[in-house]
């Protein structure tokens, strides 16, 4: 009998302290073939006895966005697995695809089609998902999250198991403590040359980030960060059961699709209640806070404290909060929101990428000086594109109609101006002024859209980077 390595009896102890696992349960390991999942897979199946597990299948997705790298990957997956006697699934999809129509980055299409096939097979066969996600990952998570403005709730990073039933028995292991097994063990394992590259966020703070922080502190930076998320889970615990208690008072009424509540009694609360009794709401309507951070709970909070029964906000995934006498209406109008902006109503722009409303489109994109070549895009005299310094950019962006009181500095003039005078000015006409769109950072105005920019954001000779933005309606501008 082969004894038992020292991260394996501790992954053991892990999953039964947060009873991720029971006997008789069938689980899935989410499989890509690199050394975080194939040391799972290979644990998992050591421990198979001790959990009492019934079966253990292994699942892998191929991406198809690696040519005849992915198909090796896939390959040797089925191999490995065949070789340790455990049964597996393989899917594949259309990420590129799922990028363009979902409009964001490969990365993220990626993992949603991948945490699509792996539920709908854990559906189908009644399984648990076990995913490799390790405790550097579990650093850089967080990190992301603190710079994306995240709050308290987001910074307790991912969980040792979800309600949903995925389970993590790796995240309390750093990444040099699976190789060592990996190593101890003789285990093979594929590598992903993309992650070497810093062509996104996450592989920034993996490769560029964390390194400097372990520098700077000596040593400890993703334990340290590990006790910072274990603490914050734990305060979340807490938090779950004051908001249970506290519900009943602030809900007015649920159904599908909506939910209400009462604004004079979330106006009376402490604003750290205040902001976790919205966060619950939404969760509870949509079922997840995915793509909802701090930013966007202040704008709703904003709307309880000094909107007027009638106006309202959009917000991502559909998601609409808008006012009325003595509640606060949270609904999902996918069709509303694809109709257009609607006038008064802001459309929150959370990053670079291509942004469309109903026939108008957005299309940002941040790009180093020193990268650029003449002539320079923002020398531009085009009325649909614009170049701002994007250090001056206080993300996320908004992009509404004119407010009463609205002032800004055009550029190139050395003092502020109410945008009404502004019109005035232009010689545009009244009916025209309330369609006029103006798109705004966190701050103030950045941009009239088609007639001038803030001198507040404008590029000069100290701009390190451009943010560069096109607009067109219902097809690019000729």
Request: aromatic share 4%; hydrophobic share 40%.
């Amino acid at each position: 009998m082969v004894q038992k390595h020292s991260l394996q009896s501790r992954v053991l102890d892990f999953i039964r302290r947060h009873r991720m696992i029971r006997p008789g349960d069938n689980l899935l390991v989410g499989v890509s073939g690199g050394a975080d999942s194939m040391a799972l897979l290979h644990i998992l199946k050591a421990l198979e006895l001790d959990l009492g597990l019934h079966r253990l299948t292994a699942a892998h997705f191929e991406h198809g966005l690696r040519g005849a790298e992915s198909l090796e990957d896939r390959a040797f997956v089925e191999r490995m697995s065949a070789e340790l006697g455990v049964d597996r699934r393989c899917g594949a999809g259309d990420v590129r695809g799922s990028a363009r129509e979902m409009r964001v980055s490969w990365e993220m299409a990626a993992r949603f089609c991948r945490h699509r096939f792996f539920r709908s097979l854990a559906t189908e066969e009644n399984c648990r998902i076990a995913l490799a996600h390790n405790a550097n990952d579990q650093a850089e998570e967080i990190l992301l999250r603190l710079c994306r403005g995240s709050g308290p709730s987001g910074l307790g990073g991912m969980r040792p198991l979800e309600e949903s039933g995925i389970v993590r028995p790796l995240l309390f292991a750093t990444r040099a403590e699976i190789q060592e097994y990996l190593e101890s063990r003789g285990i093979p394992y594929r590598i992903d040359s993309s992650n070497d590259a810093p062509v996104c966020q996450r592989n920034r703070i993996r490769l560029e980030v964390l390194p400097l922080l372990e520098r700077i502190m000596a040593t400890g930076v993703v334990d340290c960060i590990q006790r910072h998320a274990r603490l914050a889970r734990d305060e979340e615990e807490y938090w779950k059961a004051i908001i249970a208690d506290l519900w009943p008072k602030v809900c007015l009424s649920e159904g599908e699709g909506e939910v209400r509540l009462r604004t004079g009694e979330i106006r009376e609360l402490h604003p750290a209640v205040a902001r976790r009794v919205l966060r619950h709401a939404i969760d509870r309507l949509q079922g997840h806070l995915q793509g909802i951070n701090a930013r966007h709970i202040e704008l709703i909070s904003t709307l309880i404290r000094e909107g007027r029964p009638g106006s309202g906000i959009h917000l991502p995934s559909s998601l609409r909060a808008g006012l009325q006498a003595q509640s606060l209406v949270l609904s999902l109008e996918k069709k509303r929101r694809e109709a257009g902006p609607v006038p008064g109503e802001p459309w929150i722009i959370e990053g670079p990428g291509v942004w469309s409303r109903g026939s108008l489109s957005l299309k940002l994109q941040i790009r180093e000086v020193k990268d650029m070549d003449p002539p320079y895009p923002w020398t531009s005299m085009e009325k649909h594109k614009a170049s701002m310094d994007a250090e001056k950019i206080c993300w996320p962006l908004c992009l509404r109609s004119r407010q009463p009181g609205d002032r800004f500095q055009p550029l190139g003039i050395s003092g502020h101006k109410k945008l009404q005078d502004f019109f005035v000015d232009l010689k545009i006409p009244r009916e025209m002024r309330k369609a006029m769109d103006i798109l705004c950072d966190s701050e103030k105005i950045c941009w009239i859209l088609g007639h001038r920019l803030d001198d507040r954001v404008k590029v000069t000779c100290r701009t390190r980077r451009v943010l560069l933005i096109e607009v067109w309606r219902s097809g690019p501008v000729e």
